[in-house]
T-cell receptor, first 114, second 117 residues
Framework: NAGVTQTPKFRILKIGQSMTLQCTQDMNHNYMYWYRQDPGMGLKLIYYSVGAGITDKGEVPNGYNVSRSTTEDFPLRLELAAPSQTSVYFC?????????????FGPGTRLLVL | AQKVTQAQTEISVVEKEDVTLDCVYETRDTTYYLFWYKQPPSGELVFLIRRNSFDEQNEISGRYSWNFQKSTSSFNFTITASQVVDSAVYFCALSEGLYNQGGKLIFGQGTELSVKP
């Protein structure tokens, strides 16, 4: 079991460029999440998905898009990169929707927008 | 409104000292869950513990212990006889409601613990 995997580990983007952050989980979890972590701060929820074909906005969705075509994959798309999107991005998954479910995190993607 | 506060931004201790990381939360729900995660220098987030609002028993796991007090809305984490490998950022998080659409986690700002040899 690899758990939650993310690619790439690190990326530098120029302002206005686009990219997709990949996230895959092999635990057959229904729920998946994208968070961003800014320096000295906790994680903030960008988007989440309750299953294939269903996504919803979190606390900070502006500038991002997501899709979920399969249970395993939950890519995060940045269309027009801005310096404010410099952050570390974490993907997570949980078995179900209940509040007590533990979320398991991937290793993170460090993104620098210059 | 829901909120998690970790007032200690950074803590530095010498190996073998005991250290307590504070976590204070705010919620209007009577059913909620509290979590602690560890983020070592390598960057990943490692789940440590989950506690529900109906269980105020303290928990001990090796050198780690957690003290949950609803009266003060606190869920503090103590490391006994700290070791260099404990150096990390520790996050406290809250998940509200019996049925939490999306299972959203609200994180505190994190406490960076540095254990020196």
């Amino acid at each position: 079991n690899a758990g939650v995997t993310q690619t790439p580990k690190f990326r530098i983007l120029k302002i206005g460029q686009s990219m997709t952050l990949q996230c895959t989980q092999d635990m057959n979890h229904n729920y998946m999440y994208w968070y961003r972590q800014d320096p000295g701060m906790g994680l903030k929820l960008i988007y989440y998905s309750v299953g294939a074909g269903i996504t919803d906005k979190g606390e900070v969705p502006n500038g991002y898009n997501v899709s979920r075509s399969t249970t395993e994959d939950f890519p995060l798309r940045l269309e027009l990169a801005a310096p404010s999107q410099t952050s570390v991005y974490f993907c997570a998954s949980s078995l179900d929707k209940w509040a007590q479910e533990t979320q398991y995190f991937g290793p993170g993607t460090r993104l620098l927008v210059l | 409104a829901q909120k998690v506060t970790q007032a200690q931004t950074e803590i530095s201790v010498v190996e073998k000292e005991d250290v307590t990381l504070d976590c204070v939360y705010e919620t209007r729900d009577t059913t909620y869950y509290l979590f602690w995660y560890k983020q070592p220098p390598s960057g990943e987030l490692v789940f440590l513990i989950r506690r529900n609002s109906f269980d105020e028993q303290n928990e001990i796991s090796g050198r780690y212990s957690w003290n949950f007090q609803k009266s003060t809305s606190s869920f503090n984490f103590t490391i006994t006889a700290s070791q260099v490998v404990d150096s990390a950022v520790y996050f406290c998080a809250l998940s509200e409601g019996l049925y939490n659409q999306g299972g959203k986690l609200i994180f505190g700002q994190g406490t960076e613990l540095s254990v020196k040899p």
